[in-house]
C-alpha cells in the first residue's frame, strides 16, 4: 500500500520543496500527523475516499483539520484538489516519512517476535541488523504468535527469518522430497 507509485511521486515533490525552504523536518511532523489521524479515524478516511463529496469539499475540511500546518502540506491540499487524489494522501504522508529517514541515513526495521521482545532480544537484533544495514535503525516489534519462536528481521526488501516456524516448514519441505 505504502508503495504506490502516485504516492511515492508526491512524497517526493514535497519532500524536494521542503528541502528547498528549509522547512524539511517540519513537513515530516506535519505528515506523521496526518498519517497518524487517518488511520486512527475511520471517519475522516472515509470522507476523503468519498467520491460524492465535492474536492472543494475535502480541501476545506483538511485545510481545518490540519490548521496548524506548514504551507507546504496546506499546498499539498490544494494539489490533491486539483487532481483528484485525495484517496492516496495518508500514501503519501506515509512514503513522505520513508523518503525523509532515509534522505537523513535513519531506516525502519520490523522485528516479528512470538512475545513482546525483551532488552537482551533487542541487542541481539540490533547486533544482526549491523550486517544488513549500515543507517540508524530504529526498531519496530509486531507481536505474532504464529512464529512460535525466535523472530523475523525485515529491513526494507530485505529480509532474515530465524523463527521456529520457518525452521519446521523448511525441515518439512526436506522430509517430503
Excluded at 475535502?58 to 487532481?83: C, D, R, S
Excluded at 549500515?134 to 512464529?147: R, W
Excluded at 526494507?156 to 523463527?163: C, E, P, T, V
Aim: cysteine-free.
Amino acid at each position: 500500500m505504502t508503495g504506490s507509485r502516485a504516492a511515492i511521486r508526491y512524497a517526493k515533490a514535497i519532500l524536494e520543496m521542503s528541502q528547498a525552504s528549509g522547512t524539511a523536518v517540519q513537513v515530516s511532523e506535519d505528515m506523521a500527523l496526518m498519517a497518524e489521524t487517518l488511520k486512527g479515524n475511520a471517519e475522516l478516511k472515509s470522507f476523503i475516499g468519498n467520491p460524492t463529496i465535492k474536492a472543494d469539499v475535502k480541501e476545506a475540511a483538511l485545510k481545518e483539520v490540519f490548521a496548524g500546518t506548514q504551507n507546504i502540506t496546506q499546498g499539498l491540499f490544494h494539489l490533491l484538489h486539483e487532481n483528484k487524489r485525495f484517496n492516496i494522501l495518508e500514501q503519501i504522508a506515509i512514503e513522505y516519512k520513508v523518503q525523509f529517514d532515509e534522505m537523513n541515513g535513519e531506516e525502519a526495521a520490523t522485528v516479528t517476535t512470538a512475545f513482546p521482545i525483551t532488552p537482551e532480544l533487542e541487542a541481539k537484533v540490533l547486533a544482526k541488523v549491523k550486517e544488513f544495514s549500515d543507517k540508524k535503525i530504529t526498531l519496530k516489534n509486531v507481536v505474532d504468535p504464529s512464529i512460535i519462536g525466535g523472530f523475523i528481521l525485515r529491513i526494507g526488501d530485505k529480509q532474515f527469518n530465524a523463527s521456529v516456524a520457518n525452521a519446521l516448514l523448511t525441515l518439512k519441505r526436506e522430509l517430503s522430497n
